[in-house]
Nanobody
């Protein structure tokens, strides 16, 4: 499956952004989706994930209550709604997909098979 992120940009602290992850190539509903972020010199960090049907979601503690992950399988798209953004949210954000059949958790980047190219989010103070 091919993944393309969009929606990043420059926003002031306290603002909001919505990232999109458009999938193509395979049946989107066969995949769980995760969002990760990375800053220079640091490892890729888990942000949020959603199960193949959307019934289960998981969030990093740092974004709980501020970010919401969702998906629209009819449109082959996943979203990350980011509110009350902070300067420490500045990063390159990636979406990733893994087979729904994998009996693994959602927060380990190594469990994902497909990745997008990333979209930059910059939050100014």
């Amino acid at each position: 499956v091919q993944l393309v992120e969009s929606g990043g940009g420059l926003v002031q602290a306290g603002g909001s952004l919505r990232l999109s992850c458009a999938a193509s190539g395979r049946t989107f509903s066969n995949y769980a989706v995760g969002w990760f972020r990375q800053t220079p010199g640091k490892e890729r960090e888990f942000v949020a994930a959603i199960s193949w049907g959307g019934a289960y979601t998981d969030y990093a503690d740092s974004v709980k209550g501020r970010f919401t992950i969702s998906r629209d399988n009819a449109k082959n798209t996943a979203f990350l709604h980011m509110n009350t953004l902070k300067p420490e949210d500045t990063a390159l954000y990636y979406c990733a997909a893994r087979s729904r059949l994998k009996a693994v958790g959602y927060s380990d980047a190594g469990d994902y098979d497909y990745w997008g190219q990333g979209t930059q989010v910059t939050v100014s103070s």
